[in-house]
């Protein structure tokens, strides 16, 4: 094997040491993407596409719903057409930047029913009973206490509201099925159902009685 070859091994080596390394940190430093890095939101997500969302999550006309963590609005964008002419997305993030390039794109779009409010998802500044229905996508990992957003997301819910969560296999920050079903229990949450596979899925929650 020539010397060219073998550096070439290595550095792929290195390479890949690196980014399960970069992996592995994050997994034990949970932390939201930030802005200067919003490409990684912007990019498609396969297997957790708009249309499955919308099947899962069953938007109606004329209902509050809330998107944590909207990125710059991959998602955030269709549903609050989905919620048109009456219904109103409520964004939540920690980062105003975010929300303010969602709120640009939308303005763009000439989309007006989508307000935002900068908070931390384990302790929101909302109300009880305040929306129909809740949704994040490769989301909750991100957040430092899941159980606490978790109980944050049922208590802002209606007693008749429903939760979506969607995960995407290879994210750092990736929430198994089981690990998930386990914390939204916890958090006084039921299974509903799941669509998706191994390498992506959305998971509804109701509220439990």
């Given at each position: 094997?020539?010397?060219?070859?073998?550096?070439?091994?290595?550095?792929?080596?290195?390479?890949?040491?690196?980014?399960?390394?970069?992996?592995?940190?994050?997994?034990?430093?949970?932390?939201?993407?930030?802005?200067?890095?919003?490409?990684?939101?912007?990019?498609?997500?396969?297997?957790?596409?708009?249309?499955?969302?919308?099947?899962?999550?069953?938007?109606?006309?004329?209902?509050?719903?809330?998107?944590?963590?909207?990125?710059?609005?991959?998602?955030?964008?269709?549903?609050?057409?989905?919620?048109?002419?009456?219904?109103?997305?409520?964004?939540?993030d920690?980062q105003?930047?975010?929300?303010?390039?969602?709120?640009?794109?939308?303005?763009?779009?000439?989309?007006?029913?989508?307000?935002?409010?900068?908070?931390d998802?384990?302790?929101?500044?909302?109300?009880?009973?305040?929306?129909?229905?809740?949704?994040?996508?490769?989301?909750?990992?991100?957040?430092?206490?899941?159980?606490?957003?978790?109980?944050?997301?049922?208590?802002?819910?209606?007693?008749?509201?429903?939760?979506?969560?969607?995960?995407?296999?290879?994210?750092?920050?990736?929430?198994?099925?089981?690990?998930?079903?386990?914390?939204?229990?916890?958090?006084?949450?039921?299974?509903?159902?799941?669509?998706?596979?191994?390498?992506?899925?959305?998971?509804?929650?109701?509220?439990?009685?």
């Amino acid at each position: 094997m020539c010397r060219a070859m073998r550096l070439s091994q290595k550095l792929g080596l290195a390479g890949a040491a690196g980014v399960a390394g970069a992996a592995l940190w994050w997994r034990k430093h949970p932390s939201a993407c930030p802005y200067g890095q919003r490409y990684w939101v912007q990019a498609p997500h396969p297997f957790i596409t708009r249309a499955r969302l919308r099947q899962v999550l069953a938007p109606a006309p004329g209902e509050r719903i809330l998107e944590v963590g909207p990125g710059t609005g991959y998602y955030s964008l269709p549903v609050a057409g989905w919620l048109a002419p009456h219904g109103t997305l409520e964004l939540l993030d920690l980062q105003p930047k975010m929300l303010d390039h969602t709120l640009a794109r939308a303005k763009q779009a000439e989309i007006e029913n989508m307000r935002s409010t900068v908070g931390d998802a384990q302790q929101m500044p909302f109300a009880e009973n305040t929306f129909d229905a809740a949704y994040l996508t490769v989301v909750l990992g991100e957040i430092p206490d899941q159980e606490a957003a978790l109980r944050e997301l049922r208590r802002v819910l209606k007693p008749s509201g429903r939760l979506v969560v969607g995960e995407l296999l290879g994210d750092p920050h990736w929430v198994s099925p089981k690990a998930l079903r386990q914390r939204a229990q916890s958090a006084g949450l039921r299974f509903e159902r799941q669509a998706g596979g191994p390498l992506g899925y959305f998971a509804r929650f109701g509220v439990s009685s």
